[in-house]
């Protein structure tokens, strides 16, 4: 059983930056592709960006090109996810994931693709 625990959250205001952390508790945390989801209030859950495990391929939802960055440090098992120029349309509980499903690269963009999920800080960006 994979725990997933999460940190950095926060109000920020807009343009502002903040990084979220995630840290793994299984030993095989290597073999899981990691990623980020958020919910914003009154919204469906979202996929936000995912990194896989095998060669560090990253890919993003629109929303957050070119703003946010996945990264993962295998020691101490922990996933980022960098924030910039954040907007007040960020705000939202975000979700650090992981699987070990074999999958398109595709179905990794909907929550069946996830096997674990942590308890989700809170963004919230002010205008």
């Known amino acids: 059983q994979v725990q997933l625990v999460e940190s950095g959250g926060g109000l920020v205001q807009a343009g502002g930056s903040l990084r979220l952390s995630c840290v793994a508790s299984?030993?095989?945390?290597?073999?899981?592709?990691m990623g980020w989801f958020r919910q914003a209030p009154g919204k469906e859950r979202e996929f936000v960006a995912l990194i896989t495990w095998n060669n560090g391929r990253t890919c993003y939802a629109d929303p957050v090109k070119g703003r946010f960055t996945i990264s993962r440090d295998p020691a101490p098992n922990t996933v980022y996810l960098q924030m910039n120029s954040l907007k007040p349309e960020d705000t939202a509980v975000y979700y650090c994931?992981?699987?070990?499903?074999?999958?398109?690269?595709?179905?990794?963009?909907?929550?069946?693709?996830?096997?674990?999920w942590g308890q989700g800080p809170q963004v919230a960006v002010s205008s």
């Open positions: 994931v992981a699987t070990a499903q074999s999958l398109p690269l595709s179905a990794y963009q909907y929550t069946s693709g996830y096997d674990y």
């Open positions: 299984e030993r095989t945390f290597s073999s899981y592709h």
